[in-house]
């Protein structure tokens, strides 16, 4: 079955915009996935098909309805999960992705101004998403992140099968660097071990290139990795001697 995006938004020409390009381009054109961009203001109902309204206690912008944005949601309603785009969502993850991949497709909620009135989120099961600790002008971009991150691990999407489960983040760590030729350049090579062809070896590098560079670049991935990698041999002797 084609996985489905339906897009509520007030600028739905914006899409598939960059989705429309290489290889979720491709399995667009190929019907791997479709696109519904919806835009919020079919469902206003005054005669000036307002969306938006000033901000209750004052203050700067507009704020999104929630009568009319309820209603789009409703309207579109097909059983796929729901997800609005706000920075004070829950922080985007590879695992919500996969998640997301694997089921029927999402409906996405793309707010404008200020953002969506909080009553939405009381009256509908809506979970929220942000894509990382800064803010976008919309979230028309966001929904472009979180797709693009959706539809390259659809079946048929990537070329060869094992390249999506090898990346940085599916193992909770940073993915080690890559080289390819020239074997120098501008007084830089290629690491020895990468050209020595032990297949074991390389792989050991490359387990040792992801931790350091998680512990160095992440602590926070590292010590979420840390942690559910269960006791280190150092607090298991620490332990021992307490007893
Ligand atoms: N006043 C809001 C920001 C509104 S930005 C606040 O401070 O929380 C306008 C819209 O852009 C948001 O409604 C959301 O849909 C989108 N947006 C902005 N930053 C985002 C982020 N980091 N992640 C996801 N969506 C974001």
Redesign the pocket.
């Known amino acids: 079955m084609t996985w489905t995006a339906t897009i509520l938004t007030l600028y739905p020409e914006m899409f598939p915009g960059s989705l429309g390009q290489s290889l979720a381009g491709r399995a667009l054109t190929d019907g791997i996935w479709s696109i519904n961009p919806r835009n919020i203001r079919d469902w206003a109902t005054d005669k000036h098909r307002s969306v938006d309204d000033t901000p209750a206690g004052g203050g700067p912008?507009m704020v999104?309805r929630a009568d009319v944005v309820a209603a789009a949601v409703d309207g579109v309603a097909n059983g796929t999960p729901v997800l609005?785009?706000?920075?004070?969502?829950a922080p985007l993850t590879q695992a919500r992705v996969r998640a997301l991949a694997a089921g029927p497709g999402v409906t996405l909620?793309?707010?404008?101004?200020?953002?969506?009135d909080e009553r939405l989120f009381e009256a509908r099961a809506i979970e929220q998403?942000?894509?990382?600790?800064?803010?976008?002008?919309?979230?028309e971009v966001?929904v472009t992140v979180l797709l693009d991150a959706c539809v390259r691990l659809l079946p048929g999407v990537m070329g060869a099968a094992l390249s999506g489960v090898d990346e940085s983040f599916e193992t909770g760590l940073l993915e080690h660097p890559h080289y390819t030729r020239p074997p120098e350049w501008e007084g830089y090579s290629i690491p020895d071990v990468l050209r020595s062809g032990d297949h074991a070896k390389i792989a050991k590098w490359r387990t040792e290139r992801s931790e350091q560079d998680t512990r160095l670049r992440r602590p926070d991935l590292w010590q979420r990795h840390s942690d559910a990698a269960g006791p280190s041999p150092s607090g298991a002797r620490r332990q021992k001697k307490e007893e």
Do not use: W
Not at 84 to 89: N, V
Not at 129 to 139: A, E, F, N, P, Q
């Open positions: 912008g999104l609005a785009m706000t920075p004070r969502g909620l793309c707010g404008r101004f200020e953002g969506f998403v942000s894509i990382g600790d800064y803010i976008l002008s919309g979230g966001a």
